[in-house]
């Protein structure tokens, strides 16, 4: 047995086999073969294993987005077939003697620059899906541990870093943990692992080898057991034991009211990230959903996400919420989600950069379409929309200008749409400040915490060197909170919190006294937030 320590992102006990993910190297070497026959089956193999993958992929889509939105796999799996893309790889391992991995990676991209070039925008597109569809083989040739969208077992993922384009496809079902060499405890990877409810350590050495052995996660401890001896298996199962007592007894809040021992009633929402996580916020029995994190529709996406793509992922949510509160953040793409189609450029400081809500309104095509989406999927539920990254009164008038307009259009057009609350992130310390003026322009303030402490403390959130300046619970903080409940409530603007720090339980009782109307957390922190609500004196 190998124990390994790392610092810990959520409390849990994970037990199960460890597969080592493994990023496809930028750059794909050149080397000559000896065996062309063998590198033939090899491409062969490759090929089908990445047929089967995307078959995979279809079925899983088809459940939960729908045949239409599915449908880019099937277009991936005729592309793979193409006699054509097919004859360009053979004819080179052939006739140059070839690695496989090299003749794949430059048919692809020579097919793909030849798609990019041409006139017709369908064609142009497909540049993108020609990319792909060869990373896919390349990434199989390369022998990566296993392809994270598509998991036969309940898995430990172990990774040096995983990006949110990586995590956005993956079979949650299947994950059991996280063990990442690099990140932070306020990354997005840490943050995905509180939305699922599953242990995760970070700063980890981590080794290759120990793909497909044996692994315990211990997330209290931060250790992570490679081959455990059966003494400590038994004892890890012991503790994975209590701990599903406890969530047992938690249960029994399910269906109680989130409402303070003085009677007073505070909104408790879930964050999520995609059409799946909705089951986790029905199952742990949240009041609404504060956060939709829309980028995600964005990063799981090779080409912008359409109008009817959008509108049937927002239509679903809203549906499947049955009239609980749907709140939409407009896509928040930029800083550490990046976007190859967006072709943002390479930025010194990209938290400060060009993202969120300052490429929609330098882009107002993306913008408009996105809203529409929106505004006809209201019709389905009750949305609100909320708009990330605002600094100024001027940036929320341009918006509803062009809400305005998306409107108008609409109507215009005789397709149908609803009205719709909307709200603003605060999560910037010029919003803050100006939350005395924001508070007349909108329906409603959401704190992202993550971004807003970020930016107060200048300290970089992805900067695993710095976790240990980053003070969450800083007074500068709670004084900007406090000033932004007061600001909006003197306004008729109800104020929430949708960051990291809207589940810190230790702040639960100081948020309710300062006034909060809303908290939206992960929805695994949903029962153990309304246990301390009803346990708690308002003083309001």
């Known amino acids: 047995m190998e124990t390994y320590s790392g610092k810990s992102i959520f409390q849990g006990i994970a037990?199960?086999?460890?597969?080592?993910?493994?990023?496809?190297?930028?750059?794909v070497k050149r080397h000559t073969i000896e065996d062309v026959k063998a590198e033939m089956e090899r491409y062969e193999k490759a090929k089908e294993t990445a047929i089967a993958q995307l078959r995979k992929l279809y079925e899983k889509a088809c459940k939960e987005v729908g045949e239409v939105n599915a449908a880019v796999f099937e277009v991936h799996e005729m592309m793979l077939e193409d006699e054509d893309y097919n004859d360009s790889i053979r004819n080179m391992i052939e006739q140059q003697q070839v690695n496989a991995e090299y003749a794949v990676a430059m048919t692809g991209d020579n097919f793909s620059n030849m798609f990019a070039e041409m006139e017709d925008e369908y064609f142009s597109a497909r540049a993108a899906d020609i990319k792909d569809i060869s990373d896919r083989v390349v990434s199989v040739l390369c022998g990566n541990g296993g392809d994270i969208n598509d998991l036969e077992e309940p898995i430990i993922l172990v990774a040096e870093d995983l990006a949110p384009s990586e995590t956005v496809q993956m079979d949650k079902e299947k994950l059991l943990a996280f063990v990442t060499e690099q990140g932070s405890t306020n990354s997005h990877t840490a943050i995905l692992a509180r939305t699922m409810n599953i242990p995760a350590l970070i700063g980890v050495k981590i080794q290759k080898e120990w793909n497909g052995k044996m692994a315990v996660v211990?997330?209290?401890?931060?250790?992570?057991?490679?081959?455990?001896?059966?003494?400590v298996l038994d004892e890890m199962q012991g503790k994975q034991k209590k701990l599903l007592e406890e969530r047992e007894l938690l249960l029994e809040l399910k269906g109680k009211e989130d409402i303070t021992k003085d009677g007073r009633k505070i909104k408790l929402y879930?964050?999520?990230?995609?059409?799946?996580?909705?089951?986790?916020?029905?199952?742990?029995?949240?009041?609404?959903?504060?956060?939709?994190?829309?980028?995600?529709?964005?990063l799981e996406k090779d080409h912008f996400p359409t109008e009817e793509e959008q509108f049937f992922a927002y239509k679903t949510v809203a549906e499947r919420m049955a009239g609980k509160k749907v709140i939409i953040r407009t896509l928040d793409i930029g800083a550490d989600k990046q976007v190859d189609y967006f072709h943002l450029e390479k930025e010194e400081n990209p938290a400060m950069g060009y993202r969120a809500i300052r490429i929609c309104l330098s882009q107002t095509d993306i913008f408009k379409t996105q809203l529409r989406a929106l505004l006809r999927a209201a019709k389905y539920g009750n949305i609100a929309i909320m708009y990330p990254m605002i600094i100024s009164v001027a940036e929320v008038k341009k918006i509803k200008e062009i809400v305005a307009e998306v409107k108008a259009e609409l109507e215009q057009e005789g397709v149908p749409y609803d009205e719709v609350e909307q709200g603003i992130m605060i999560e910037t310390p010029a919003a803050a400040v100006m939350s005395d003026e924001l508070a007349k322009e909108v329906d409603f303030f959401s704190i992202g915490t993550n971004d807003l402490t970020q930016y107060t403390l200048a300290i970089d959130r992805q900067n695993a060197k710095l976790d240990s300046f980053y003070d969450a619970h800083h007074p500068a903080i709670l004084r900007l909170i406090q000033t932004v409940i007061d600001n909006g409530h003197a306004h008729n603007c109800w104020v929430g919190i949708c960051g990291e720090l809207g589940a810190d339980t230790t702040l639960t009782e100081t948020f309710i006294k300062m006034g909060i109307d809303e908290l939206s957390v992960s929805p695994g922190f949903v029962l153990p937030i309304r246990k301390i609500i009803r346990q708690t004196e308002s003083g309001k």
Do not use: C
């Open 218 to 231: 211990d997330g209290f401890t931060g250790i992570l057991y490679v081959e455990p001896t059966p003494a």
């Open 15 to 27: 037990i199960g086999r460890i597969l080592f993910y493994e990023k496809q190297q930028a750059e």
């Open 270 to 298: 879930a964050n999520i990230g995609n059409v799946s996580d909705v089951a986790g916020v029905l199952k742990n029995d949240a009041a609404g959903i504060g956060l939709f994190r829309s980028e995600f529709l964005y």
